[in-house]
Structure formats: structure tokens, C-alpha cells
């Protein structure tokens, strides 16, 4: 219907900006002497219960809310945790290629999630490769591209490391199998609980790793350090809790393929988020490569009907 089909790319532009507030949150936590896992986990804890507390709201007002035991099949229990797994291999991969290697190398590895996505969707649920899309996911890459690299084409320094690159590929799989299996791996569980669900499992794996790995005193550094409270909070509510809750809603509402390809805006909307807030100023190349994945987006729009739970 032409109404999902409006409200899944509105629900991807809203995931989009919140995800690309990331580094802005990371930034201001890590001036303030909070570790990367430490925020990862303060950020993925709250921001599941914050998910999970509109739900409980939701379900007040009357509206199915909450996954009934007896109700889902066995297969979409297992596709959620299959799901909450993935995306825990997403961001534990990709912080590890941030700090291995150049940002830019890393999202370029990164974002080929979009293709890899598309071309499984063809062999695993039998979607046809329209050519309007094949047409917006090589204009988006492009775009991206220029977006990630204008940078370094304009003289800034490279570093390429093989560990770093490893882990975006391998952070673009677990991608490319989450957003498969989000796109029609349990239909009948609401997006609001299976988001809560997800986002609760990454939090309580990051607590178990910071204290593995020797930063369990990084999680208390809060309650000391108020002025982390406000990038905490940023990032729970406007990095997590709303993004993800309109991702996961977002992708079901499109399909896995159209939504990936969407997903391709994020970068260009951090490039422009820390020219604004971190003065970080673009380069030509950047607004040129930003200009080409908005296009595709554009071009991408085409009609999709959409049964699942929302």
C-alpha cells in the first residue's frame, strides 16, 4: 500500500537522523572520560527499557503491544534471538573497525550491507531486482563513497588496516542477516517488542564485556561524572530508543532490500550533523556524494504492500 510505503521511508529518514547523532554522543561521552563499551552499554541498557517502557504505555491504551507466548510460533522466537544476535556482531564489529582503522574505510566496507542485502533477498525470498532499484543502490554507493572519501581525496590522511577492514565486513554480514531476517522473520510479533528485545540483549552483552575486559568500572563512571549524563541521555533516546524502534518498523514496512538501500542516508546526514554541531566542515566532493544518495532515494520510492504487525 502506498500509505506503508510512505510511513516505512518516513520511520527510515527518522532512524537515519537518530543513528547519525552517534558520533556526536560518542564525541561529548568520550571528552568526558567514558570508554566506548561503557557507553555502548549505558546506551543500548536504557535505551531498551526506554522502548520497552512505550510499549508497556501502548499496551495500556489498548493496543497489542506485547508478543503473547502461546501465539508466536517457536520459528519467530528463534528468528528474534537469531536477530538480537546479529545485531550485538553489528556493533561490537563495527566499534572495533572505527578504532582499527580510518572511519571512512570503514564505512565504505561497512556499507556494502546494501548489496549483500539485495542480492540474498533475490536468492532467499525471491524479490525480483527491479532496475529502478539496481539503478539507486549504484547511485547510492557512489554517493557514499564520495561521502566517506571526499576527505582523503582531498589530502587527508589514510590509515588501512586489514584487522579493521575484517571487522566492517564482518560487521556488514551480520548486518546483511539481521535486516533479512527483521524484513519477514516473525511477522506476528509486534516491531515495538522485538525492538525492545533486541536493544535489551546488546545492552546486557556490552555490560557482561566491560566487566570481561576489565572496564566494569567504566559503567559507574556516571554517578561521577555529571556532565556524562546529558551525551548519555542523547544517545538513549535520540541514538536508540527511537531509531531503532523506526528501523525495525521501517524495514518490515519496506522490505529488507529498499530499506538497506535507504539506510544508505545516514552517513550524509553525520557528515552534515557534525559540520553543524562538532565543526567539521565538508568538502565539494562530500555535498556532491550526499546529493547523489538523496537522488537515489528518490528514484528508489516505488509501490509495496505490506501484512505485518506494527
Avoid: C
Avoid at 88 to 105: E, K, M, P, Y
Avoid at 154 to 166: H, P, S
Amino acid at each position: 500500500m502506498k500509505e506503508a510505503r510512505f510511513l516505512g521511508t518516513a520511520l527510515l529518514l527518522i532512524s537515519a537522523f537518530g543513528f547519525a547523532t552517534l558520533g556526536i554522543s560518542t564525541r561529548g561521552a568520550a571528552d568526558s572520560g567514558l570508554d566506548t563499551l561503557a557507553y555502548v552499554a549505558w546506551r543500548n541498557t536504557l535505551g531498551g527499557l526506554v522502548i520497552l517502557g512505550g510499549v508497556a504505555a501502548a499496551a495500556a491504551l489498548g493496543h497489542r503491544a506485547f508478543a503473547r507466548r502461546g501465539t508466536i510460533p517457536r520459528r519467530e522466537w528463534l528468528a528474534l534471538a537469531a536477530a538480537s544476535t546479529m545485531a550485538v556482531g553489528v556493533q561490537l564489529s563495527i566499534f572495533g573497525a572505527f578504532n582499527s582503522t580510518t572511519i571512512a574505510i570503514a564505512l565504505i566496507t561497512f556499507y556494502s550491507f546494501p548489496a549483500l542485502v539485495t542480492l540474498a533477498a533475490v536468492r532467499v525470498y525471491g524479490e525480483r531486482l527491479e532496475p529502478r532499484q539496481a539503478a539507486a543502490l549504484a547511485l547510492a554507493s557512489v554517493g557514499l563513497i564520495l561521502v566517506a572519501l571526499g576527505p582523503v581525496m582531498e589530502g587527508a590522511g589514510v590509515r588501512v588496516d586489514l584487522a579493521g577492514i575484517g571487522l566492517a565486513f564482518a560487521a556488514a554480514i551480520f548486518q546483511t542477516v539481521y535486516s533479512l531476517i527483521i524484513g519477514r522473520g516473525f511477522n506476528t510479533i509486534p516491531s515495538g517488542f522485538a525492538t525492545a528485545v533486541i536493544v535489551g540483549v546488546a545492552g546486557l552483552v556490552s555490560i557482561v564485556l566491560a566487566i570481561v575486559v576489565g572496564q566494569g568500572s567504566q559503567l559507574g563512571l556516571p554517578f561521577d561524572v555529571s556532565a556524562l549524563w546529558p551525551w548519555i541521555l542523547l544517545a538513549v533516546v535520540v541514538g536508540a530508543a527511537i531509531p531503532t524502534a523506526a528501523n525495525v518498523t521501517g524495514i518490515r514496512l519496506l522490505g529488507p532490500s529498499r530499506a538497506s538501500i535507504l539506510m544508505m542516508i545516514e552517513p550524509v546526514v553525520g557528515v552534515a550533523l557534525a559540520a553543524v554541531f562538532l565543526a567539521e566542515r565538508p568538502v565539494p566532493l562530500q555535498f556532491l556524494g550526499g546529493a547523489a544518495v538523496i537522488i537515489a532515494g528518490v528514484v528508489l520510492q516505488s509501490r509495496r504492500r505490506s501484512s505485518v504487525v506494527v
